[in-house]
């Protein structure tokens, strides 16, 4: 049974955790990690220059659904909570006829932390019940490992997203998130090896997913192949999401959905793979972290087969989607919608990212003794496409230029000064420009009201940090 055609397209909205844009074949790489994201590339719009706003889920999924970045919003690891405004995506859809819901595993973006507002539905897959949500969680993982079908909640995410449409009438609004990229892996046969070759080891390869945050500690405890298998794992989890994001769209187009839809793919921010002697995320500003992917498609609506070269980030989602819905965006965003009448918008010079201070104390029970001075700092780095400019708390910034150097492995601050400084003085302007959540006079960082304020000079423009 079909749906009749509506004025407003349904929208699916997918968030990859950790997804780099430079391990997608999409985007060029050597294995054949999204043959179905490859396919949609190429009857939508691929954005080669997104660049995510913070690399870490909080501030990065509320500067997605607020198009507005941290500084303004105040979300963080310092301060884990969405406020009760500004105004967030699934409102605005909501308020304008759209069903909503939420489909996420991941702790960071949840009711908990106040991601809820305006869905209709938030699952995410935890029982209500602390003593009896950890038995059933480990019954169902139980089961799911005994038949080979183990993941961290794809299967189980889009079986719910396929029943909640069903269970209704009129345009949907559906945010996907997939947290299969993240370490250590959770993969079922055969995507657990698809990538590796008969001859690694299965025990090499459980250490290696298992040990892999003791890299934190240790930089010196994995291997060339040991780092061979991380990435094949990797992959293989990229593999694997796109398998599940083809299964959604083959159940819209078997209900002829699929063509009126919006469906928009991205990440939240990247993944180290042991470059600059990190893995993970939410530890540094590098490229490997910002770089991350942006695909939409939407026939009459989204270009077919058109590549856009201009900076996107995060904030330019939530005005992308409410144009291309006929929603009119709040006032006061940060962000700017990429696609206008059917064509690419012109994006702006420069895109910013923003580090606030994580939360160390696991890594510190961990590893007692430690020395994370490194780690517990802010940062804020402002890239143009040749160059970045990163300032950080304790003053060790950096500078580098990256077409000569992609990989960021140079630090040219001194020998590139006032390129450095002119970068620095556009990062402090812009953060001058704009409205800053006041950190300090924050109450308490998840119940407590938060309090704002505008700057307008360069003393205000340093609050933020």
């Not at 240790?218 to 083809?246: K, Q």
């Not at 950190?439 to 309090?451: K, L, M, Y």
């Amino acid at each position: 049974m079909t749906e009749r055609k509506s004025d407003r397209p349904h929208v699916v909205l997918v968030v990859i955790d950790a997804a780099r844009a430079d391990h997608f074949s999409a985007y060029g790489y050597a294995r054949e990690t999204t043959p179905f994201l490859d396919r949609v590339a190429r009857e939508g719009v691929r954005c080669t220059h997104a660049v995510a706003t913070a690399p870490g889920s909080l501030a990065a999924h509320a500067s997605l659904f607020t198009g507005l970045h941290a500084v303004t919003h105040g979300v963080s690891d310092e301060r884990p909570r969405l406020r009760a405004e500004p105004r967030v995506l699934a409102e605005c859809l909501r308020d304008a006829g759209y069903r909503t819901a939420a489909f996420c595993t991941n702790p960071a973006v949840s009711p908990e932390t106040g991601f809820d507002r305006g869905f209709d539905v938030f699952v995410t897959q935890r029982p209500a019940g602390r003593l009896a949500g950890r038995a059933i969680s480990y019954g169902r993982r139980a089961g799911d490992r005994l038949l080979r079908r183990d993941d961290a909640g794809a299967r189980r995410t889009n079986e719910a997203l396929e029943a909640w449409v069903e269970g209704g009438q009129g345009p949907f609004f559906a945010f996907v998130h997939y947290n299969e990229a993240q370490a250590p892996f959770r993969l079922p046969h055969p995507y657990d090896r698809h990538f590796l070759t008969r001859t690694v080891a299965s025990a090499q390869v459980r250490s290696v997913n298992r040990e892999i945050l003791h890299f934190a500690a240790d930089p010196e405890s994995l291997t060339g192949a040991d780092w061979s298998v991380f990435a094949a794992l990797y992959d293989a989890a990229l593999r694997y999401i796109d398998m599940r994001l083809e299964e959604i769209a083959a159940w819209l187009q078997l209900r002829g959905w699929w063509d009126d839809t919006l469906f928009v793919v991205t990440a939240d921010h990247g993944q180290s793979l042991g470059e600059h002697g990190r893995v993970g995320h939410n530890l540094d500003l590098s490229d490997s972290v910002l770089r991350v992917p942006l695909i939409l498609r939407c026939p009459g609506r989204v270009p077919q087969g058109f590549v856009s070269e201009e900076v996107a980030q995060s904030i330019d989602l939530m005005p992308t989607i409410l144009r291309l819905a006929g929603v009119e965006p709040p006032e006061g965003l940060h962000g700017h919608a990429l696609l206008e009448r059917g064509r690419a918008t012109r994006g702006p010079d420069f895109a910013v990212a923003e580090r606030y201070r994580p939360r160390l104390t696991g890594l510190l029970r961990k590893f007692p003794g430690l020395d994370v001075r490194g780690l517990d700092v802010r940062e804020k780095a402002i890239r143009t496409r040749r160059y970045k400019y990163v300032w950080r708390s304790d003053e060790c910034n950096a500078f580098f230029d990256l077409q000569a150097d992609p990989g960021e492995s140079a630090n040219l601050i001194e020998s590139y000064g006032a390129e450095a400084e002119a970068l620095r003085e556009r990062l402090f302007d812009w953060l001058a420009s704009v409205e800053k959540f006041d950190f300090h006079g924050a109450e308490d960082a998840v119940s407590g009201t938060p309090r704002g304020r505008r700057g307008s000079d360069r003393a205000a423009g340093t609050a933020g940090l």
